[in-house]
């Protein structure tokens, strides 16, 4: 004999589950939403979130139609709209980081027998423009990195013909007086009026 309390109530749940495939906001949320509620807060268009992050409006639109929006894409256009997203492990508490890229380009290299990689690695800080006009100084530019491991290291960039980008480990004590002379911000292109 088949029991008619049992039966409603395994009805009553496999309605909730097929009513609730759907994304609705919620939990579900795609990047798309994510994003129409970030530029509905803000009050910034589709169109002004795409130039923030060099891009056209149709390229976001379509990576948007697609559902093909990257999550690292994501947290750049949220960066970009001045939201912060934090990620957190539930049981320990700590905040999950993103990578921080810096504003050179990728340098890669082996340094006694340790490989160190810019895009691999957070960027902490860096004195590109540090007369306020120019990108190198005397041809140069030096961006500060720590890797997964804590190493810090130097990223050593060149404008001259012929010499090639390099890798330098430094010491903590090197790092801090670093961070301390060009402060933390990455992006230091001079402000034009």
Do not use: C
Request: hydrophobic fraction near 35%.
């Amino acid at each position: 004999m088949v029991d008619f309390d049992e039966t409603l109530d395994n009805l009553s749940v496999l309605e909730y589950y097929e009513d609730n495939t759907e994304t609705d906001g919620g939990e579900t949320m795609t990047s798309k939403e994510v994003l129409a509620a970030a530029l509905r807060d803000t009050g910034k268009t589709q169109a002004e979130a795409a130039a923030k992050i060099g891009w056209v409006p149709q390229q976001l639109s379509a990576r948007l139609t697609r559902n093909s929006l990257r999550a690292d894409e994501l947290l750049d256009l949220l960066e970009a709209l001045g939201i912060e997203l934090t990620l957190t492990v539930r049981e320990t508490g700590k905040v999950i980081r993103s990578h921080i890229q810096g504003a050179g380009r990728r340098v890669k290299g082996m340094v006694g027998r340790i490989t160190y990689d810019t895009a691999a690695s957070d960027a902490l800080s860096n004195n590109f423009y540090a007369d306020g006009e120019n990108m190198y100084t005397d041809g140069k530019a030096l961006e500060l990195y720590i890797d997964r491991e804590g190493r810090y290291f130097f990223a050593e960039y060149s404008s001259w013909d012929g010499v090639k980008d390099r890798i330098t480990p430094v010491t903590p004590e090197t790092a801090a007086e670093f961070i301390k002379k060009y402060g933390t911000e990455l992006d230091k292109t001079p402000k034009t009026e």
